[in-house]
């Protein structure tokens, strides 16, 4: 052992390759841990984020359902004011046919009457 010139460390030969390829596999794989780890944490951000848009797409769309079930129930309700005027209409129509009808046959009446009492004519 004395005749080698490079010896300064004890380690048998190849040792220093194979230190120097354990450190560089070491610094590779920490390197590619924390890229990895990096790329997880970008994922995570990006799941966050795409929940948070979730989460405020989901109210939006309760928040419109809600204001549609009221806008039916608005709709039915008018619908409701418009058949009640719908039959109030008809049956205005009814009483005025009717009270036309009658007042019709009461000037006939009037007429056969006035007609009976006056023979000049």
Not at 84 to 101: G, I, V
């Amino acid at each position: 052992m004395e005749g080698r010139s490079n010896s300064s460390c004890n380690n048998p030969p190849g040792t220093t390759f194979f230190l120097f390829f354990f450190h560089f596999t070491l610094i590779y794989t920490k390197r590619r841990c924390f890229v990895l780890l990096k790329a997880q944490a970008q994922a995570v951000s990006e799941l966050e984020t795409l929940q948070k848009v979730h989460e405020e797409k989901t109210q939006k769309i309760q928040h419109l359902n809600t204001q549609i079930q009221a806008l039916k129930l608005r709709l039915q309700m008018k619908k409701k004011k418009n058949d009640n005027l719908d039959e109030k209409n008809q049956a205005f129509h009814n009483l005025t046919h009717t009270y036309n009808t009658l007042r019709e046959e009461y000037n006939a009446l009037l007429g056969e009457r006035s007609r009976d009492h006056n023979p000049n004519n």
